[in-house]
């Protein structure tokens, strides 16, 4: 049963489409304390998990450390972190008695998950408003399927949209795309979808194209399309400053963009220099921003990835010039060993600051609001600007479109990606665990850069990594700008990556049909074992494994050199490996076992009595036989 609890006068995040009738405070199950801000706290004892919070670091249990709901642009995705991209204020408390909360508020969250004190939680909410959300019910998933029918059926992309993807940050002519498409197909190694980073727009300015790159774009987007590649350009949120750009000059005049406390336009530097940044809150400047996306759609785009919506901050024009000043006061004089430091600090602290975020306003459809009171719905009113658009225009279902910065509500529309991460044998690990905690907040629709972003990525790292991303929808491999080329045919070995992609399409209509499923039902696509398996102490802490759909359990390998691991089977299953068309079969028993698993097999488990479909493998979607199956099991 679901419960409100409306403290002060809260904001309207666009979270939640079911009204509930507020219940009065003195009802709220957890210690409360309301006035300047909003304290919660509740004891945990030994054995008490606590579940959620989406996209962050750490374990699928949270207990244990401290997480700050705020959407950073953070690429050191390490321990030590208390926020990612995401913020996604929903925990299950999972003891004797399980209790979900909702914290409905837009600016920062704190969460003091044990970590002050190891047998005590503290959420504090610094502000005076909020609605206050309980969820309880007999199991997690449950609880999961009320709360997610209270913020509304999860975002389907096209089918297209299940296929293998590549992107990378540095393709900018037309033969670099040509060669990425080229040498999948002549690799046998399947693709459907191709990005467009920054790089190919004229001076970084949304919604332009690099003329001197692309003379006759239509085309291009058509040839790759007869090929069954569809092209997703990436949109930044900050709209260069430049007059005479026509985008730039409409939400000028219409004072679409963001102001600082005097009411002048906001200015900040992000990649194409000093942009404005869209008040995305603003009714009418959301569906401007919406309708800009036309450029680029008549010309046969169906797909985008929306990028620095946080919004992420290089500088602010003030706050250059204070650290300018600074500097040049510094550079007066010889500098001791504190001068330095205050040197060093002055342009650390450039980016991202909360001074920034404190200094500018939004008219929030008529009440202007200070941005670091709604930081977190900021990315998701840029996509959802966005994904209106795309639903008025061209209906549901059509539009491929996913965002780094999300806030609960966001999943109704689009997909979110995990973000900046490393080419790191760990970060296999951290996908793993972020896929239940982003399902329980409503984005089925996910997934990480496969290889790993920044750093080098190695062969075996990839292919490790793409025998987990074969199972996650969204499925990707990207990589940042001056990295080891991190395609599929870059490593020699190509074969093995074509038998792990094979599989991917093998599985898409099991994929996609959970997927389809899990969205209709509010229910989770990735579940940690110990909701499938409250009474089993071993399953209830494994955090390396992770339960698909009705039928699956996954076990990927995720440690370097290892040509098996050691797996918890909570019941009899069938263990599956995968590898271009060939499948091979094992009863296993309940109980541990050490699996070998090939570079170029992908591992899966099915439980006893249960079958999942295979198709024949192909190498787009547009070619997958999606009748004709074959079941496994
Ligand atoms: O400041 O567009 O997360 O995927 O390649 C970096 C360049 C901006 C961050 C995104 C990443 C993308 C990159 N962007």
């Known amino acids: 049963m679901i419960k409100r609890f409306k403290i002060g006068e809260p904001l309207d995040t666009n979270a939640v489409v079911e009204q509930l ?139 297209w949209a299940f296929g293998y993807q590549q992107s990378c940050w540095g393709y900018a002519t037309e033969d670099d795309f040509r060669n990425v498409r080229d040498n999948h197909r002549k690799n046998n190694l399947p693709l459907d979808c191709i990005y467009m980073d920054i790089d190919y727009m004229d001076s970084f300015k949304d919604f332009t194209i690099n003329r001197g790159l692309f003379p006759d774009f239509k085309s291009f987007v058509d040839d790759m399309k007869a090929h069954n590649i569809h092209l997703i350009p990436i949109i930044d949120a900050g709209v260069k400053n430049e007059k005479g750009y026509s985008v730039y000059d409409e939400g000028h005049d219409n004072g679409y963009f963001c102001t600082d406390k005097d009411g002048n336009e906001f200015e900040c530097g992000v990649w194409p220099g000093i942009v404005g940044l869209p008040d995305f809150l603003n009714t009418n400047a959301r569906r401007w921003f919406g309708r800009q996306y036309k450029a680029l759609t008549d010309l046969g785009i169906d797909g985008f990835w929306n990028d620095m919506n946080e919004p992420a901050l290089f500088y602010s024009a003030d706050g250059l010039k204070k650290a300018q000043e600074k500097l040049s006061k510094l550079s007066e004089k010889e500098i001791d060993i504190w001068g330095f430091f205050g040197m060093k600090d002055a342009v650390m602290g450039l980016s991202n600051s909360m001074d920034d975020y404190s200094s500018f306003y939004h008219d929030f459809d008529g009440k202007k609001v200070c941005h670091k009171d709604v930081h977190n719905i900021y990315g998701a009113f840029m996509t959802r600007a966005a994904s209106d658009y795309f639903e008025e225009e061209f209906g549901k279902e059509k539009m491929l479109i996913f965002s780094r910065a999300s806030y609960i509500g966001a999943h109704r529309g689009s997909g979110i ?95 996609y049909s959970t997927f389809r499923r899990c969205s209709d039902e509010n229910d989770m696509m990735f579940r940690p074992l110990a909701f499938d398996y409250p009474n089993d102490k071993i399953a209830s802490e494994v955090e390396d494994q992770l339960m698909l759909g009705d039928e699956c359990m996954i076990a990927p390998i995720y440690e370097q050199n290892k040509n098996g691991r050691t797996v918890y089977l909570t019941e009899p299953m069938t263990f599956v490996k995968l590898s271009g068309e060939n499948v091979t079969i094992e009863k296993l028993g309940k109980g541990i076992h050490y699996v070998e698993v090939a570079l170029n097999e992908v591992p899966l488990f099915i439980k006893d009595g249960k079958k999942i479909p295979l198709a024949k493998p192909a190498l787009s979607t547009a070619e997958l036989n999606t009748e004709n199956l074959e079941y496994i099991g």
């Open 21 to 159: 009738d507020n219940s009065p405070i003195s009802e709220f199950p957890l210690s409360v304390k309301t006035g300047e801000k909003i304290e919660i706290t509740f004891n945990l004892a030994p054995d008490d998990k606590i579940y959620g919070l989406g996209e962050a670091v750490r374990g699928i249990n949270k207990r244990g450390w401290i997480y700050e709901s705020w959407c950073s642009d953070e690429i050191n995705h390490t321990e030590d972190k208390r926020s990612l991209y995401g913020a996604h204020n929903f925990i299950i408390i999972s003891g004797e008695k399980k209790l979900a909360l909702f914290v409905d508020n837009p600016g920062k969250v704190e969460w003091d998950l044990g970590y002050t004190s190891a047998d005590t939680a503290k959420i504090t909410v610094p502000s005076n408003s909020a609605y206050l959300y309980t969820v309880d019910g007999e199991t997690e998933r449950d609880i999961v399927r009320q709360f997610r029918k209270l913020i509304g059926k999860s975002y389907i992309p096209p089918f």
């Open 417 to 511: 990606w995990f973000g900046d991460n490393f080419s790191w044998w760990s970060h296999i690990l951290l996908n793993l665990k972020m896929l239940p905690s982003v399902n329980m907040c409503g984005f089925l629709y996910c997934g990480a850069d496969l290889g790993g972003f920044a750093n080098n990525c190695t062969g075996d790292l990839l292919l490790r990594w793409l025998q987990l991303g074969v199972f996650t929808p969204l499925m990707r491999n990207h990589r940042a700008l001056g990295t080891r080329a991190q395609e599929a045919y870059q490593f020699g070995n190509t074969e093995d990556f074509a038998d792990v992609l094979a599989v991917r399409y093998r599985l898409i209509p099991y994929i």
